[in-house]
């Protein structure tokens, strides 16, 4: 076995290096959660650096790196089936077809973040608690005081307040 070409190897360490911004995006898109996104990237990128060999640098290398992150994301739902918002595969075949936009991204979660301070403090706990924490709906129901059924009720009803933020702000900074 023949020892890497440093020029080689140095000309993909720079390919790999640009392409993270947008290999973030389009394993976010695939899998709509940041820690399971940052996981499937590192796995991706520990992929990407021992198959190097494979990719021809006459070809687009975001093509080839986006091909392993798609396999990569496709394992990491696998394994992780327990989780409660799956794609189907079909679903997930049309995502990765989609071309990322990291700046689409950027701008939602500058929306949420936005979004969220203006809740009360209360609201933004009890979402902020369920959905960043390993709290149940049972759990922060009898924490609030609240039936299950009730604490389900506030939390969409918060979820739909936060949504319809979040498109208002979209809408407002894609007309700027």
């Not at 520990?46 to 640098?57: E, F, L, N």
Request: glycine letters at 2%; a neutral charge; proline letters at 4%.
């Amino acid at each position: 076995m023949s020892l890497p070409d440093p020029d080689f190897d140095e000309s993909f360490v720079t390919e790999i290096t640009e392409s993270q911004s947008l290999l973030r995006a389009y394993i976010l898109k695939l899998v709509g959660c940041r820690q399971a996104m940052k996981d499937i990237l590192q796995d991706s990128n520990v992929v990407i650096w021992r198959k190097r060999m494979d990719w021809d640098p006459q070809t687009p290398f975001l093509k080839w790196a986006y091909r392993i992150a798609y396999f990569q994301t496709k394992a990491w739902l696998r394994d992780h089936q327990r989780q409660r918002l799956r794609f189907s595969s079909k679903t997930l075949e049309l995502l990765a077809n989609e071309e990322p936009n990291p700046e689409r991204h950027e701008d939602v979660f500058d929306a949420l973040e936005l979004c969220l301070s203006k809740l009360n403090a209360s609201n933004r706990e009890i979402l902020l608690k369920r959905y960043q924490g390993t709290h149940t709906v049972e759990e922060l129901a009898i924490q609030h005081e609240r039936s299950p059924n009730g604490f389900s009720q506030l939390l969409r009803r918060l979820r739909t307040k936060l949504a319809q933020c979040i498109e208002i702000q979209l809408n407002q900074a894609a007309q700027s």
